[in-house]
């Protein structure tokens, strides 16, 4: 029989509906993942509801138990927190980062030793769809 859960979806943030999916599809209590992240159990129940900001630190801890990148779980706990103005659509691009970290994790891959080049990222992202912000006025 799955663990009972402590908190239901309706009170959590994203990153705490994603927690709630991933114990529910590991069948663990809330408890056990405290326990595999070295986190005590009131922080982790914290991280999940709606309008906390779960330190950095937790995040890791976190990720590294749940065999995620922390930077999939900031996005989800810190949504918006992009630069203003950087990116009109920061939207989508947070989720193109999501994404790109869901895809890693799922086909297993490890991040390179070294950051990529600018130019790998240029290229990378005109792959994926990014375009020249300015080119449609500059005619």
């Not at 599809?25 to 326990?35: C, D, F, H, T």
């Not at 070295?38 to 991280?47: F, M, S, V, Y």
């Not at 799922?106 to 994926?128: F, G, H, K, T, V």
Request: charged share 20%; with cysteine.
């Amino acid at each position: 029989m799955p663990p009972r859960l402590q908190i239901q979806p309706e009170d959590c943030s994203a990153l705490g509906k994603a927690i709630l999916r991933y114990l529910q599809g590991r069948q663990i209590s809330m408890n056990q993942l405290a326990e595999e992240a070295g986190i005590p159990q009131p922080r982790l129940r914290g991280a999940c509801l709606r309008g906390t900001c779960p330190a950095p630190e937790t995040l890791r801890k976190l990720a590294r138990a749940m065999g995620t990148h922390h930077l999939e779980l900031y996005s989800l706990a810190y949504p918006g927190r992009l630069p203003a103005g950087l990116f009109p659509e920061e939207e989508m691009l947070e989720t193109v980062v999501r994404e790109l970290l869901a895809t890693a994790r799922q086909e297993n891959l490890a991040p390179p030793a070294m950051p990529p080049d600018p130019e790998q990222y240029r290229r990378a992202l005109i792959a994926l769809g990014f375009g020249d912000r300015y080119s449609s006025s500059a005619n």
